[in-house]
């Protein structure tokens, strides 16, 4: 007899989504056990025994998990697949992994550069983006104009966005300023749709550039734009805490 698991984690750990993707896609119907369509939560399959089918084509578990950094450019979004046919982030390394198949831990949006990790093991991505394990993401953000001590304490004691949501305190530090531009580093646990952008809004201030630079102590540090690299065992391990 095999293990038994959960429907979601049994798709995430055959490497086609994160777990909390999966449950959108058994929401959609767009999963079958044993040619059944489920989309009620919480059904378990036995691995090896179980037929389970996305889209209609049969899944397996992987043998090898795959660990990716990607310094990821402005213009690229973080999906395997765009309903607009834009340039996506497995289009910068699926020549280089062929049949491989990964998909975004979390995301930065469109106009967003920096570290985004890519993966094909679903716990790995439930740990980095599930809010209760507050993993820091730190943003190097280009504001024009000046920053006030008042806007720097509010981001510091946290900010109204989102009818009504307040977001936790952030560090924030102010780097330089120059040619009517100032650069501030801040770092965050949450992840709401756009939510730097958002916090430096509510404090009168515009980000016209924006660069996240860390996850936890996992560092971009000099991986040249557009391009990926392994993480290494010490990160994963670190990450997978």
Same mark, same amino acid.
Request: proline fraction near 3%; avoid cysteine.
């Given at each position: 007899m095999g293990e038994i698991v959960r429907l979601q984690k049994y798709i995430a750990m055959c490497g086609v989504a994160?777990?909390?993707?999966?449950?959108?896609?058994?929401?959609?119907?767009?999963v079958s056990v044993n040619g059944e369509k489920v989309t009620e939560q919480?059904?378990?399959?036995?691995?090896?025994?179980?037929?389970?089918?996305?889209?209609g084509k049969p899944i397996k578990t992987k043998n090898?998990?795959?660990?990716?950094?990607?310094?990821?450019?402005?213009?690229?979004?973080?999906?395997?697949?765009?309903?607009?046919?834009?340039?996506?982030?497995i289009d910068l390394i699926k020549k280089d992994l062929t049949d491989v198949r990964?998909?975004?831990?979390? *995301?930065?949006?469109?106009?967003?550069?920096? &570290?985004?990790? %890519?993966t094909n093991d679903g716990d790995f991505a439930y740990k980095v983006t599930h809010p209760k394990f507050h993993k820091e993401k730190t943003y190097?953000?280009?504001?024009?104009?000046?920053?006030?001590?008042?806007?720097?304490?509010?981001?510091?004691?946290?900010?109204y966005i989102d009818d009504g949501f307040k977001t936790s305190p952030a560090k924030a530090e102010i780097l330089?300023?120059?040619?009517?531009?100032?650069?501030?580093?801040?770092?965050?646990?949450e992840g709401k749709n756009r939510q730097v952008r958002k916090m430096f809004e509510a404090v009168g201030g515009t980000?016209?550039?924006?660069? *996240?630079?860390?996850i936890g102590?996992?560092? &971009?540090?000099? %991986?040249?734009?557009?391009?990926?690299?392994?993480?290494?065992?010490?990160?994963?391990?670190?990450?997978?805490?």
């Open positions: 994160s777990r909390r993707k999966a449950e959108e896609l058994i929401t959609e119907g767009r919480g059904v378990k399959v036995e691995i090896g025994a179980d037929n389970v089918t996305v889209d090898k998990n795959y660990y990716i950094m990607l310094n990821k450019p402005v213009g690229y979004v973080s999906t395997a697949k765009d309903q607009f046919d834009r340039p996506t982030v990964i998909f975004p831990v979390g *995301r930065l949006d469109y106009d967003t550069e920096g &570290l985004l990790l %890519l190097i953000a280009m504001i024009k104009g000046g920053m006030t001590i008042k806007g720097m304490n509010m981001l510091r004691s946290g900010v330089d300023a120059f040619d009517g531009h100032t650069m501030v580093k801040i770092t965050i646990h980000v016209v550039g924006l660069q *996240r630079t860390q102590n996992v560092e &971009l540090g000099n %991986l040249p734009l557009g391009r990926w690299r392994h993480l290494t065992s010490h990160e994963v391990s670190y990450l997978m805490k």
